[in-house]
């Protein structure tokens, strides 16, 4: 009996580390500004100034958006490759949404980053789309070239 839960310790700690791995990798390919190149919120398309002007930096485990040079979220995140899809939560310290959490949703290929998150303290989305009153925001991002 011993060594069966001896056994089962050390596949606990394996998968753990497996799962640990998984998001370090993910949040490696997070890493650095993306700019934006469309989003919509509760089905509406967002202003073409907004498209044009909002970047997101991963730094670490932390994002920052800004728009037009003013910073308008930073958090501490929070990803879950495993899920399907996706998960990324936003711990908000600086911001509108300061001391709330965002849930969302994330797809990344490659140098495309595509995003669907909650208003804040809402509910986690279930798939990448808006509707007129669900509070959801989508956003597409690239990224921003060296």
């Known amino acids: 009996m011993r060594i069966l839960l001896t056994g089962l310790?050390?596949?606990?700690?394996?998968?753990?580390?497996?799962?640990?791995?998984?998001?370090?990798?993910?949040l490696g390919q997070l890493q650095g500004e993306w700019t934006l190149v469309s989003g919509e919120r509760d089905g509406q398309d967002l202003p073409e100034d907004i498209v044009k002007n909002a970047t997101r930096n991963f730094k670490g485990d932390e994002a920052t958006v800004t728009l037009n040079g003013q910073v308008i979220l930073k958090a501490k995140i929070t990803l879950d490759p495993s899920k399907k899809p996706k998960t990324l939560d936003y711990a908000v310290?600086?911001?509108?949404?300061?001391?709330?959490?965002?849930?969302?949703?994330?797809?990344l290929d490659g140098d495309k980053l595509k995003v669907c998150s909650s208003a804040p303290g809402g509910e986690r989305p279930k798939e990448f789309n808006t509707?007129?009153?669900?509070g959801q925001t989508l956003s597409v991002w690239k990224r921003a070239k060296k």
Do not use: M
Request: some cysteine.
């Open 9 to 26: 310790a050390i596949c606990a700690l394996v998968a753990a580390d497996a799962a640990q791995d998984a998001v370090k990798k993910e």
């Open 93 to 107: 310290s600086e911001g509108e949404a300061q001391g709330q959490t965002i849930k969302s949703i994330y797809e």
């Open 131 to 134: 509707k007129d009153g669900n």
